[in-house]
């Protein structure tokens, strides 16, 4: 009886974030490094309310793919549009294509997190963050080019959206660590009584 107590006072918080509330989406964007913006991601989607942490999160990753399409498709037109710097429009190509591949990782991760492998939905999402530091440093390898602004801004956005979506992921890849623990330490029987 007490291991049963001891449980339930543990899976408390536990079950806050993933049992749909009134709160879910503050409880949520409370366990990440960049609230403001998670609730104000969140709240912005009509489609979040009801829904549980994972559907949270998925919006979270739909909203850093639609970044990642429409940052390619900015580069794509500035390459287009710059007149006779071929330099230029050869570094805004691969630049394009490094977004390209981060809404492909992004993409990616939604199955991952949808079969709970959430290693490699980690590693996606990283995959996703480290391809804008790729098309930053194709700009350093080129010392009379001046990285864009525009570019520096959608860079931390994507950066900064895919931190929100791995700590949201560590909260999970945590709570099945958890209960992998507690079904080798207790067992079947004891998981089905809480």
């Not at 339930?8 to 993933?18: E, G, I, M, W, Y």
């Not at 509330?21 to 309310?49: F, G, H, R």
């Not at 999160?57 to 794509?76: K, P």
């Not at 999970?172 to 080798?184: A, E």
Request: hydrophobic share 40%; aromatic share 12%.
């Amino acid at each position: 009886m007490s291991s049963f107590f001891y449980i339930f006072l543990v899976s408390l918080p536990l079950a806050s974030l993933t049992n749909g509330d009134a709160d879910l989406i503050q409880k949520t964007c409370k366990i990440t490094n960049y609230y403001d913006l998670c609730v104000s991601t969140l709240e912005s989607d009509p489609t979040s309310m009801g829904l549980d942490t994972k559907g949270l999160v998925l919006i979270l990753v739909r909203v850093a793919t639609a970044n990642a399409t429409n940052t390619s498709t900015f580069l794509s037109s500035e390459s287009l549009s710059t007149t006779n710097d071929t330099t230029l429009k050869k570094v805004l190509k691969e630049c394009s294509d490094k977004y390209v591949y981060a809404g492909d990782a992004l993409r990616a991760s939604v199955q991952d997190l949808a079969s709970e492998s959430y290693d490699y939905a980690s590693m996606h999402v990283m995959a996703a963050a480290d391809y804008p530091n790729a098309c930053h440093n194709t700009f350093i390898g080129y010392p009379k080019l001046i990285y864009p602004q525009e570019i520096a801004r959608r860079e931390d956005a994507l950066k900064h959206l895919c931190d929100l979506i791995l700590d949201i992921i560590r909260y999970f890849d945590k709570l099945t660590v958890f209960f992998l623990w507690y079904y080798n330490f207790f067992g079947a029987k004891k998981i089905a009584i809480v």
